[in-house]
Nanobody, 124 residues
């Protein structure tokens, strides 16, 4: 069965960096675009970034550009999210998701599979 497993979350001070990873199994990874979303307590799930099948196209939320970027390694069935200059408002559960669409998508309903999430806490 399809599994997406996120890792790399934790506690970091404001201004710091974290790199989240998502390992996929049970899918032909190179035929799925991948996305990152986040959800803070009491808030709706929010699009963070998405990356195409090949990794040549990366699409990020306007509000996070310059701080967050996605990448992937198809040989390792892994997608990552590099987060820099973290702020307390970045505190959330971060989820990776897989879509059969070739290009990354911002709408969560276009994703077919989801991971369980990894928590990121940014202290001030």
């Amino acid at each position: 069965q399809v599994q997406l497993v996120e890792s790399g979350g934790g506690l970091v001070e404001a201004g710091g960096s974290l790199r989240l990873s998502c390992a996929a199994s049970g899918v032909t990874f190179s035929r799925f675009s991948m996305g990152w979303f986040r959800q803070a307590p009491g808030k709706e799930r929010e699009f963070v970034a998405a990356i195409s099948w090949s990794g040549s196209s990366i699409y990020g939320a306007d509000s996070l550009k310059g701080r967050f970027t996605a990448g992937r390694d198809n040989a390792k069935n892994t997608v990552f999210l590099q987060m820099n200059s973290l702020k307390p408002e970045d505190t959330a559960a971060y989820y990776c998701a897989a879509s059969r669409m070739p290009l990354g998508q911002a709408l969560p309903q276009l994703y077919d599979f989801w991971g369980q999430g990894t928590h990121v806490t940014v202290s001030s």
